[in-house]
């Protein structure tokens, strides 16, 4: 069965550094997603990625916050200066449809430590 | 904005028996669908089952299953003969697909369920 695939699995930078986490979605899906989920914590939407665009975003997802198809498989999420807030998992998604209409496929996630 | 709530932050049940998470959710869309997923301590996102709002019958996956009460907007997560590898954190799910969104999901505070031996 297709999968989600994120890389690195874990991420360690230290604080004020650039970091960019890497997705390969499903190939046919059309809708992408990076949520995130500091530990302990629920899972939390930061945004949503259709027609080459941002469709939606969280109020997490601030200026220090950038995502990018660069060429039509890869899905990226930078963070531009990290902060130790930053640690949590991040996990790229897909849909083939409009969520509303299909389940999100998950990747394993990206465990990100700022130090 | 979009609220789901799940009473229970953590639960224990026998291997073999039974056991039921809850979750309450709110929505203003007509048609969706709502989701139970599984997070075990390798943290992976595992979709365990999903109902659509519009069915009447409530779904069922082997030895999942959900009691889905539109009205009440409850939608329950039933685990029978329970197995040491359901052992996990489990998040209830629903789309905000309202309006120009393209969907995001709310999640759940999530629940802790351990299966004992």
């Known amino acids: 069965e297709p999968e989600v695939t994120q890389t690195p699995s874990h991420q360690v930078t230290q604080m004020g550094q650039e970091v960019i986490l890497r997705c390969v979605p499903i190939?046919?899906?059309?809708?992408f997603y990076w949520y995130r989920q500091i530990l302990g914590q629920k899972v939390e939407f930061l945004v949503s990625f259709y027609n080459n665009e941002i469709s939606e975003k969280s109020e997490i997802f601030d200026d220090q916050f950038s995502v990018e198809r660069p060429d039509g498989s890869n899905f990226t999420l930078k963070i531009r200066s990290t902060k130790l807030e930053d640690s949590a998992m991040y996990f790229c998604?897909?849909?083939?449809?409009?969520?509303?209409?299909?389940?999100?496929?998950f990747g394993n996630g990206t465990r990100l430590t700022v130090t | 904005a979009q609220t789901v709530t799940q009473s229970q932050p953590e639960m224990s049940v026998q291997e073999a028996e039974t056991v039921t998470l809850s979750c309450t959710y709110d929505?203003?869309?007509?048609?969706?669908?709502l989701f139970w997923y599984k997070q075990p301590p390798s943290r992976q996102m595992i979709l365990v089952i999903r109902q659509e709002a519009y069915k009447q019958q409530n779904a069922t996956e082997n030895r999942f299953s959900v009691n889905f009460q539109k009205a009440a907007k409850s939608f329950s997560l039933k685990i029978s003969d329970s197995q040491l590898g359901d052992t996990a954190m489990y998040f209830c799910?629903?789309?905000?697909?309202?309006?120009?969104?393209?969907?995001?999901?709310?999640f759940g505070q999530g629940t802790i369920l351990t299966v004992h031996p």
């Open positions: 929505t203003s869309e007509n048609n969706y669908y």
């Open positions: 998604a897909s849909s083939p449809q409009k969520l509303g209409n299909s389940p999100l496929h």
């Open positions: 799910a629903s789309p905000d697909a309202g309006g120009t969104s393209y969907g995001k999901l709310t």
């Open positions: 190939s046919n899906h059309l809708y």
